[in-house]
């Protein structure tokens, strides 16, 4: 079995009973208001950014201290694809391991921040465009607990996870990410992680240490991405698949790109778009990362 199917065969394990839509819509109000949170897209990159000390991770440092703590963190990861959506909503979410070939090290990281079944109920509640299920087997996948450990080492702030549903475009998901925008005037920090940039299988090996080392195709899709998120350009970014050959080299595949379709849906008229962590890894991947909050 495939790496990719044996995740997704993961993520369709039993799920949480139906519960009155009606009820659940209701679910954000039980959470306080606060100030509009920022909206994050994060690269995560190589699974050992969990546990090195490198610019990538300080520029996850910064964006975690340069925001208001917030009272809960929901994550759309790249490394959970599920046919339909799910949150999970267990109260000690497992960290998972969902990776090969690396150090001892790394297996032995446990992030154990707590789940929050309160702040799934209340996504279920105000998604209305689709169903959502509450999931109690996934947990937190590298893509998610590689980078937040970094934002908030104590893992003291509950994490939830929302799944990419593989059968559906591109459009689909930044309208999703849309409805999410009523949790972020509750404290909620959502986070997008993938990479924009990500194609494994023509990955330079022998310059993984050579810095911001990149083939001619993906630096010249990595400006032209960071050229459409600094204009607010949803539309080219959306249709990715229409960009030309440096796009499809890029995005062999869309699960690490579509999180930034959620992140991108989140920002509104009175926003702006900031890039940290803007370097080439390896010739095929990047580290872009953005900040999306008040002008």
Same mark, same amino acid.
């Given at each position: ?16 009973? /139906?519960? @009155? ?32 000390? @490198? ?64 702040? /799934? ?13 509450? @999931? ?33 475009? /591109? ?44 083939? *001619? ?13 600094? @204009?607010? *350009? ?6 990715? *698949? ?36 803007? /370097? ?16």
């Amino acid at each position: 079995m495939e790496r990719k199917d044996f995740l997704k065969a993961m993520a369709m394990m039993p799920i949480g009973a /139906a519960v @009155n839509i009606n009820t659940l819509s209701r679910a954000a109000d039980n959470l306080a208001a606060t100030e509009r949170m920022p909206v994050l897209f994060l690269g995560h990159g190589s699974p050992m950014n969990a546990i090195d000390h @490198n610019p990538f991770t300080e520029g996850f440092e910064k964006a975690g201290a340069g925001i208001p703590r917030p009272k809960a963190i929901l994550c759309i990861s790249a490394h959970w694809e599920t046919k339909g959506t799910f949150v999970t909503a267990m109260e000690k979410p497992q960290t998972i391991h969902d990776f090969g070939g690396f150090p001892k090290a790394l297996f032995d990281v446990q992030y154990p921040a707590p789940g929050s079944p309160e702040l /799934a109920k209340s996504t279920q509640g105000i998604i209305t465009s689709t169903p959502v299920g509450l @999931n109690y087997d996934w947990g937190l996948d590298h893509g998610c607990w590689s980078v937040v450990k970094h934002l908030y080492p104590k893992a003291d702030i509950p994490v939830i996870q929302m799944s990419i549903d593989y059968t559906k475009p /591109a459009a689909w998901h930044y309208a999703l990410g849309k409805e999410l925008a009523a949790l972020r005037r509750k404290g909620i920090l959502i986070v997008g992680s993938g990479n924009t940039v990500h194609n494994l299988r023509m990955v330079a090996w022998d310059k993984m240490q050579v810095p911001n080392y990149g083939y *001619d195709w993906a630096i010249t899709a990595n400006e032209k991405m960071k050229q459409m998120i600094t @204009n607010s *350009d949803h539309t080219s970014l959306i249709q990715f *698949d229409k960009q030309g050959q440096e796009f499809k080299l890029s995005i062999p595949t869309p699960e690490h790109y579509l999180p930034l379709l959620y992140t991108l849906g989140l920002q509104e008229k009175d926003e702006k778009s900031s890039i940290f962590n803007d /370097a080439m890894v390896a010739g095929s991947l990047n580290m872009m990362s953005v900040k999306i909050d008040k002008a």
